[in-house]
């Protein structure tokens, strides 16, 4: 066995380097903790996984988009100010979506291997780009009559269908689940106060939330309280 200067520990195997800190082991083996070789004479293996590195065909595939995002929007304002359309500049509206899509990605990007924590992060995000959409193309109410209702209502059975399908622990997915079906309740509200015009998909939205909450309380009220005490510190 070899010592890391650098961690301090001591590594069996042939490679040349740390599998903590990447750094270059010793060249002389530690007698202290016995040979490096077996009992007939042979190397022992390596006990340290090899780790490939990462991905540059991804790399290469992100870079790619984005420079085609960069082409996209620098034509568009190119047409835009060649071909003038009476002061309307539709090549902003271009690069607010490619905008909001590059948004929407990083979320992803950040957080691909939590899917309920990325469900719940993504409402939100396409929530807010979709009523900042509305309210600057004229708010015809078509963020709050259907997208956004139909996105919780949606949010809620992917959650539930996620965590059945992959057999996650209560814990993984109730926070989640629990924090979206209570903010679906205040749909009613917009039917109430006469926000929305088509209110078929509020109602639905509510009545997915008051489901969902009777679930988690009646069947996991235990896992939810110990939940909330230990993310609340009570």
């Given amino acids: 066995m070899r010592r890391c200067p650098a961690c301090n520990v001591r590594v069996s195997g042939r490679g040349p ?3 903590l800190c990447g750094g270059m082991l010793s060249e002389t083996a530690d007698p202290s903790v016995g040979p490096s070789v077996g009992p007939s004479g042979e190397p022992l293996a390596d006990v340290f996984p090899v780790i490939p590195p990462l991905s540059a065909p991804f790399k ?11 082409a996209v929007a620098a034509v568009s304002v190119a047409i835009d100010i060649t071909l003038p359309t009476g002061g309307v500049w539709w090549s902003l509206f271009v690069i607010a979506g490619l905008g909001s899509l590059w948004l929407s990605f990083l979320v992803i990007n950040n957080r691909w291997w939590d899917i309920p924590k990325n469900i719940f992060l993504q409402l939100f995000v396409i929530s807010i780009l979709v009523l900042l959409w509305d309210f600057f193309t004229g708010f015809y109410l078509w963020s709050l009559n259907f997208v956004i209702p139909i996105l919780f209502s949606c949010s809620m059975v992917a959650l539930a269908v996620f965590a059945k399908v992959r057999k996650l622990k209560v814990e993984d997915y109730i926070i989640f689940l629990g924090s979206i079906s209570v903010i679906s309740i205040f749909s009613l509200l917009l039917i109430i106060f006469q926000v929305v015009t088509i209110v078929y998909p509020a109602l639905i939205c509510f009545a997915l939330s008051i489901i969902s909450l009777a679930f988690l309380i009646l069947f996991e009220g235990k896992s939810l309280w110990k939940e909330l005490q230990q993310r609340m510190h009570l």
């Fill in 17 to 19: 380097r740390c599998p």
């Fill in 60 to 70: 290469r595939l992100v870079n790619g988009i984005a420079l085609g995002t960069a």
